[in-house]
């Protein structure tokens, strides 16, 4: 696919989503997660997050569940969300919206690399379907671009015509019978998302490098874990059954404050450290505002924005730039008023 956005819309297409159903996602992640139910006319809701690892709750996802299944407003897909590189606890997710028919779609853009339950991510045990980003800042890069991965057929049929403007080559598929070696017959609406051969092979020549980055990726952040451990901060939590590939490396201030938060991400900023915030909660977005979402609706989530900040974490970090961050990471925590 020519983009993540991309493979999360035909992921989601895929599975016949449309006008009058609802898609679920995490509050906390890239607004295109959410985006792909809206491009096929869907409605979108939001399932709060764990404190811990800012992924998708299992135990909001399940009280969510129950009270949509009594007011029969059951989602047709939830797509839940590798934040930072850690997948999902997966397992009890598909388990629950198995038993209502309900399909999942991994959105394991941060994940390439990862691994769930002793299985790389992007093996669908335990969704329909799984999306990975190639975006410029992620672990391997085709400039811009996506892949879906799925174990079913025709699913994968369905995607292969979404990303070609539903034209087809395949007899089997056709309506009548061709009319020579140049025949093709549009049979569904599709889109130009085809990824280049270029980035394509750019996308190749890394992954032979692929388990290395990863090593690495964790290798500094076990570092950062040790060298943040006096600082007044919490280090990303860990899930037991996950094993992460790091693309980001958040620590959480211990209490929501605004001033403090702002202050100490601009020293950082100020201080040569490219910080960032990975991400603003989508239902405070404007666009989802108007939807009907306000302030107060996904506590965990709001909460999170108000106390994280992602420090830098990438392969060719060296421990002296490593240093050099926790040092500024601690100048600045002195300096921010309590």
Avoid at 46 to 68: H, R, S
Avoid at 187 to 194: D, E, T
Avoid at 195 to 222: H, I
Wanted: proline residues 6%.
């Amino acid at each position: 696919m020519n983009s993540a956005t991309s493979a999360l819309h035909a992921a989601v297409a895929a599975l016949g989503v449309g006008p009058g159903d609802v898609v679920w996602t995490s509050p906390i992640t890239f607004v295109a997660s959410a985006n792909c139910a809206r491009y096929c006319g869907a409605d979108v809701e939001f399932v709060d997050i764990d404190t811990e690892t800012f992924n998708m709750c299992v135990e909001g996802l399940e009280k969510k569940l129950a009270k949509a299944k009594a007011q029969k407003c059951l989602p047709k897909v939830v797509i839940p969300v590798h934040m930072a590189g850690q997948s999902p606890d997966m397992e009890p997710i598909h388990a629950l919206c198995s038993r209502e028919g309900i399909s999942v779609v991994e959105d394991a853009s941060h994940s390439i690399g990862a691994q769930y339950d002793g299985k790389p991510v992007g093996t669908c045990a335990y969704s329909d379907i799984t999306v990975f980003s190639f975006h410029p800042v992620k672990i391997i890069t085709t400039a811009e671009g996506g892949v879906a991965t799925t174990n079913a057929p025709e699913l994968a049929a369905r995607m292969d015509l979404f990303r070609s403007h539903g034209i087809t080559r395949q007899a089997e598929l056709m309506d009548a019978p061709s009319h020579g070696p140049w025949y093709y017959q549009q049979v569904s609406l599709g889109w130009n998302y085809r990824m280049t051969d270029v980035q394509a092979a750019l996308g190749l020549s890394q992954l032979d490098r692929l388990d290395t980055f990863v090593e690495v990726r964790n290798r500094l952040a076990a570092r950062y874990d040790a060298l943040l451990a006096d600082l007044p901060v919490i280090v990303p939590g860990r899930l037991p059954e996950a094993y992460s590939s790091f693309h980001l490396y958040i620590v959480r201030l211990p209490q929501a404050n605004a001033a403090r938060h702002r202050h100490v991400f601009e020293a950082m900023r100020a201080g040569g450290i490219g910080v960032n915030l990975h991400y603003i909660p989508v239902h405070l977005q404007p666009y989802y505002a108007a939807q009907g979402f306000s302030v107060g609706d996904f506590p965990n989530a709001e909460e999170y924005y108000q106390r994280a900040i992602s420090i830098p974490l990438h392969p060719n970090l060296t421990e002296a730039e490593q240093d050099k961050v926790v040092l500024t990471l601690k100048q600045a925590l002195a300096q921010a008023a309590p």
